[in-house]
């Protein structure tokens, strides 16, 4: 599989800047941050398309106030080109895939909590983009879903914010690994365990949202050239 002109699996892991909710303050610096994340060295910048609607009520006041704004989408794909970097988005609903597809974007995330929404996924199979699925490694296997191995690269995940213990699988030849954690050790392992595509949450500032797990800019750096050397 190809994402934009990075091969998957080539030997070089492909490593994914998750702005996530962090990027939400920034905003009116869109361009600041895609530098900051082309600084790291990371190949693709992703941010999160979902609509407070979608979640149970007693998330949407939080998730309101992280709603990334879809018309901003195709700019943000525009200055992570002009940087040299790929970017994706996580997709919640159509819509969102449609913004996606036709802003140029260039791969497509279903999160772990999408798991079981069997239309969505189906949508994003139909998709002409690439498709990324996280799943909940604690004694999950992705074997229902591996007739679409062709079409997916599914990513091992433990969705706890942060994540405390790691249970990082044994292998992960063929599959990517979400990390979590709010250090990057868990990633070093999983790529040598066979870990092809590795996402972390990138911040800017300490009062982030979801800064607890993620990593400044020098440090997703320091991350990139340790990967490198595994």
């Known amino acids: 599989m190809n994402i934009g002109d990075f091969e998957i699996g080539a030997g070089k892991t492909f490593i994914i800047a998750e702005t996530c909710s962090n990027i939400i303050p920034h905003l009116y610096n869109l361009g600041g941050v895609v530098a900051a994340v082309a600084s790291t060295g990371a190949d693709a910048l992703k941010v999160q398309l979902y609509l407070a609607d979608h979640f ?73 983009l690439p498709n990324i699925f996280s799943y909940d490694c604690r004694g999950r296997e992705h074997s229902d879903k591996i007739g679409y191995t062709n079409f997916v690269i599914f990513m091992a995940c433990v969705p706890e914010y942060p994540t405390g213990t790691m249970k990082i699988p044994e292998s992960l030849m063929g599959e990517g690994w979400s990390s979590h954690t709010d250090h990057w ?46």
């Open 185 to 230: 050790l868990d990633c070093l392992i999983a790529v040598s365990r066979g870990a092809i595509i590795v996402e972390k949450h990138v911040k800017f500032l300490a009062n982030d949202y979801e800064a607890g797990w993620s990593l400044y800019p020098d440090q997703f750096q320091q991350m990139v050239k340790d990967i490198r050397w595994v």
């Open 56 to 128: 149970p009520e007693a998330e949407r006041a939080s998730k309101k106030r992280t709603e990334f704004p879809r018309d901003l989408f195709p700019q943000l794909v525009k200055l992570c080109h002009e940087k040299g970097l790929l970017c994706g988005a996580s997709v919640f609903d159509e819509e969102a895939m449609k913004v996606v597809e036709e802003s140029g974007g260039d791969f497509l995330k279903l999160a772990t909590r999408e798991w079981n929404n069997h239309k969505l996924f189906d949508r994003c199979i139909d998709s002409q």
